[in-house]
Structure formats: structure tokens, C-alpha cells
């Protein structure tokens, strides 16, 4: 059974940073793409960063780039998402997420359960 | 920046067809995904490339594409089926992803 747990979030200050994680299992971790996917509180849901398989190659929304990093550990089986420069419009749950079929980009079957990010003003 | 076009809501009673739509330029030359998310969860994958149901998924829900307009229909609607129902899509040169507004489903 596929399993993603993100850890990480918390209380964060503006210009501040947080770091956070997403163990994954059940399946062969180096062989998939992962994306972080974002959802503020009563709005819909906002794609933010990806990574292919090998971490070479990464893609960012433009809402912020220049801000976060996107990274894995294939050894380990996490992915990670450092967040700089933090605003109050990066307060939301942040999922990580798997994509169906290894090769693809698109297309998440497996999420995590979330962890909240809050920003104050 | 690229967008996906969804109405915020719509509304059927129980066992008629809903037909949710999204709309963007870049649906010409990349696939959308179709995902309902219920409240307090994270978001569940339906259909992928277009009209491709998840194994899992009830054959009630189906997807199609028509130029720049992709539609995901729930026949036969059911009660459960009240969530929030969101497309995925790439802007044409497939390197920046993007989810639609959302549309909140509401069975009378």
C-alpha cells in the first residue's frame, strides 16, 4: 500500500523559513515523479513545485519560485520542500503527492494527508 | 500565467447527470485529470488523460475532451458524490502545471 506522510509544518514567521518532508512507501520511490500541491484555507487546490525521478529536473509555480526548493533523497524515500522568504499567502495545507505511472509528470493517484503551514500577517 | 476555467458550482438531484466543465487553451496539446476532493480529505484521482477512468473508480464517472473544453459526467448521481471537483492540466509546453478553480457539486 502506497503511503505518504508529510511532516514539517507548523507556525512559520513572514521572511522566515520551514523545511518540510514527505516519507514515502509502498512503492519503488526512485522510479516516480512527486509534486507539492497546496491548498489555503477555504480555496481550491494550487499546484507548487515538482521533481522528476532522478532530482535533476525540477518545475516551480511562479507564485513561488525563487522562494522554494524542491529535493528528494532516493536512498531514504522522502521528498522535501524548503521554504523560504515565507508571506501569509503561503499559510495552506501542503500535500505531497505521487504521480500515476512512472515517466509521466501529470496525473497524482497517491496523496498524503497534509500538513498545515500558517503564516500570520 | 496559464489558466483552467471551471464553474464554481452546479447542482443536480439525485440520479440525473452532472456535467462539470474546464476550460483553457493549452487542453489542444496536453491531457487533464480529473480529481473530487471531500471535505476535510485530501483529493482523490478519477479520470487521467481525458477520459481514462483510475481502476477503482465507479463507471459513473467519465470524462471527454473536445477542443479546448474537457468534461467530466457523473451519471447517475448519488448522493455521496457531493464534493468539490477539480481539473488538471499543463500549459502547452508542459512544464507548468495547474489545478482549475474547482467546482462544488451539490446533490439536491
Known amino acids: 500500500e502506497v503511503q505518504l506522510l508529510e511532516s514539517g509544518g507548523g507556525l512559520g514567521q513572514p521572511g522566515g523559513s520551514l523545511r518540510l518532508s514527505c516519507a514515502a512507501s509502498?512503492?519503488?520511490?526512485?522510479?516516480?515523479?512527486m509534486s507539492w500541491v497546496r491548498q489555503a484555507p477555504g480555496k481550491g487546490l494550487e499546484w507548487v513545485s515538482a521533481i522528476t525521478t532522478s532530482g535533476h529536473t525540477t518545475y516551480y509555480a511562479d507564485s513561488v519560485k525563487g522562494r522554494f526548493t524542491i529535493s528528494r533523497d532516493n536512498s531514504n524515500n522522502t521528498l522535501f520542500l524548503q521554504m523560504n522568504s515565507l508571506s501569509a499567502e503561503d499559510t495552506a495545507v501542503y500535500y505531497c503527492?505521487?504521480?500515476?505511472?512512472?515517466?509521466?509528470?501529470?496525473?497524482?493517484?497517491?496523496w498524503g494527508q497534509g500538513t498545515l503551514v500558517t503564516v500570520p500577517p | 500565467s496559464y489558466e483552467l476555467t471551471q464553474p464554481p458550482s452546479v447542482s443536480v438531484s439525485p440520479g440525473q447527470t452532472a456535467r462539470i466543465t474546464c476550460s483553457g487553451d493549452g487542453l489542444t496539446k496536453q491531457y487533464a485529470f480529473w480529481y473530487q476532493q471531500q471535505p476535510g480529505q485530501a483529493p482523490v484521482l478519477l479520470i487521467y488523460?481525458?477520459?481514462e477512468r483510475l481502476s477503482g473508480i465507479p463507471e459513473r464517472f467519465s470524462g471527454s475532451s473536445s477542443g479546448t473544453t474537457v468534461t467530466l459526467t457523473i451519471s447517475g448521481v448519488q448522493a455521496e458524490d457531493e464534493a468539490d471537483y477539480y481539473c488538471q492540466s499543463a500549459d502547452s509546453s508542459g512544464t507548468f502545471w495547474v489545478f482549475g478553480g474547482g467546482t462544488k457539486l451539490t446533490v439536491l
Open positions: 509502498g512503492f519503488t520511490f526512485s522510479t516516480y515523479a
Open positions: 503527492a505521487k504521480v500515476r505511472r512512472s515517466g509521466e509528470l501529470l496525473g497524482f493517484d497517491s
Open positions: 488523460k481525458d477520459n
